[in-house]
């Protein structure tokens, strides 16, 4: 049986867990409300970018851009976000659960033959997804690009993504991340980047909102200026939903965590006062005791 002592430790290594928990569950909400101003932010800048394309699809103008070019899929870039940083609960683990999920997915749809090569952003998924590496599956990082990078860093990796589509070195690209909802709530999404489809921008009725427009310069020379922005925008929202959804996962841990050390400190105060009660209760006795002999 623990002394009063132990239990005294015990409960202000439990107190100062408590403290310590309910800090990092502070911090880690307004990191999320940060991202989740960010999202607002973004969200009519990729707005105007998909109607100036559905503007175009619902044309009669010729345009075409490679990065609509639809190939036998031979290889196959998946780039799936994740965590630097630990205690975010299964968040790392779903993700990768997801990754596993997408791999069969996608060699039923194009043959066990098919290629892969991942790029796994932040450390907790470089250390899951190396383990998954095999003659058919390849890990590739990028210098500089983790999950907490954004600005000229996203803008920079969205190139390389789309020069190596260009030049043939992957035939399709996928992202897989968290899709923030709530605080409590983020879903596994998978989502096409290359190449680009049109149902992107039907799915939900933009090119059907379009009015008619008179292009100038050309239809051509605004799709193949637009359409890298919209690459660009994807990512930048990708990126920051990881983020928001990576420090909801945070809180939701920590206020476990708060409540399970709560919950033990009411626990170990009960058990050190029983004992402290039972000390007291024996010292009486034996001072009774004494008087009586």
Do not use: W
């Not at 502070?26 to 999320?32: D, E, N, P, R, V």
């Not at 399709?172 to 992107?200: G, W």
């Not at 059907?208 to 193949?224: G, H, K, L, V």
């Amino acid at each position: 049986m623990a002394t009063l002592r132990e239990l005294k430790t015990r409960i202000g290594s439990v107190a100062s867990s408590e403290k310590i928990t309910g800090a990092m569950k502070m911090i880690s909400s307004a990191k999320m409300h940060k991202a989740e101003q960010a999202l607002r932010r973004l969200a009519p800048f990729r707005s105007q970018v998909e109607t100036v394309i559905g503007n175009l699809l619902s044309a009669d103008a010729e345009f075409s851009s490679p990065l609509l070019e639809q190939r036998e899929v031979r290889t196959v870039a998946i780039v799936v976000f994740g965590s630097d940083d630990g205690l975010c609960g299964a968040y790392n683990v779903n993700i990768f659960k997801q990754l596993l999920s997408r791999l069969n997915s996608l060699r039923n749809q194009f043959g066990e033959s098919v290629r892969f090569v991942i790029f796994p952003i932040g450390k907790k998924m470089l250390k899951a997804v190396r383990a998954v590496a095999d003659s058919s599956i390849s890990v590739r990082t990028m210098e500089g690009v983790d999950s907490k990078t954004s600005g000229e860093g996203v803008r920079l990796f969205v190139d390389t993504l789309r020069q190596n589509f260009e030049a043939g070195e992957f035939d399709r690209v996928d992202c897989l991340y968290m899709n923030f909802k709530s605080v409590s709530r983020q879903i596994p999404r998978a989502e096409q980047l290359l190449p680009v489809v049109h149902d992107t921008f039907t799915s939900n009725g933009v090119s059907e909102n379009c009015r008619p427009y008179i292009f100038e310069p050309s239809p051509q020379a605004i799709f193949s200026s637009v359409l890298p922005m919209f690459l660009l925008a994807v990512m930048h929202d990708i990126f920051t939903e990881n983020r928001a959804s990576e420090q909801a996962a945070r809180v939701m841990a920590m206020q476990s965590a708060n409540d399970n050390a709560k919950k033990l400190l009411d626990s170990l105060s009960l058990e050190y006062n029983k004992l402290r009660q039972q000390s007291i209760t024996t010292e009486l006795l034996d001072i009774l005791g004494g008087q009586v002999r």
